[in-house]
């Protein structure tokens, strides 16, 4: 078979058909796919990204939320303003109940701290140590936030002698000076 131009030129445009194609239909799309699976695996790595933050958002929800139930708990422990005149009537009833002498109450200066106050309270207290002792564990078992600092005790000669064969007065009397501390929300109101 004798190949003429005519067979030459069909022969070299049959040939040039499959590599026109491969370089503008195939390779282009190509070139697509590719850059499509470049942005399918940064949208993946990203969604993976996305679900580690989702769930630590979640485990920060979570906190808030335990947060926000534990600052409830704590604030039905202090008593809002109006109720610190029930606090210094149930100390003078603890007092009363374990036959205590409260010779005086006086309040400290008042310090504010992040949306609550310190009422710092001075007490003068005699009476039998055991009172005492009771006392400060009915002040510890109340239900509001209480504390008690500066407490210092001293021996009550006059009323410890000469009457231990007395079975009226019990033995150990003792004064005794503290501050306890009651914790409140916000001002109170009239004061400035």
């Known amino acids: ?17 499959p590599v026109a194609a491969w370089f503008f239909v195939f390779e282009p799309r190509n070139q697509d796919i590719e850059q499509s699976r470049r942005e399918i695996a940064q949208m993946e790595s990203t969604l993976v990204r996305l679900d580690q933050l989702t769930l630590e958002v979640g485990d920060v929800r979570n906190a808030i939320d335990e947060a926000e139930l534990r600052l409830a708990d704590f604030r039905q422990n202090i008593p809002d303003a109006n109720e610190v005149d029930d606090m210094l009537a149930e100390i ?38 055991r009172g005492l002792y009771r006392f400060l564990i ?26 231990v064969d007395d079975e009226d007065t019990p033995p150990g009397q003792i004064d005794a000076s503290m501050t306890v501390v009651i914790y409140c929300e916000g001002e109170l109101e009239g004061d400035a």
């Open 92 to 129: 003078h009833r603890i007092g009363e109940r374990n036959a205590l002498g409260i010779s005086s109450i006086r309040a400290l200066n008042r310090t504010e701290t992040q949306g609550y106050a310190e009422i710092p309270l001075s007490l003068e207290i005699d009476g039998s140590f």
């Open 138 to 163: 009915d002040l510890e078992r109340l239900p509001r936030i209480t504390r008690v600092r500066d407490l210092k005790l001293q021996r009550n000669l006059v009323e410890s002698r000469g009457r």
């Open 1 to 17: 078979m004798k190949l003429g131009i005519r067979e030459m030129i069909f022969l070299l445009v049959l040939a040039a058909i």
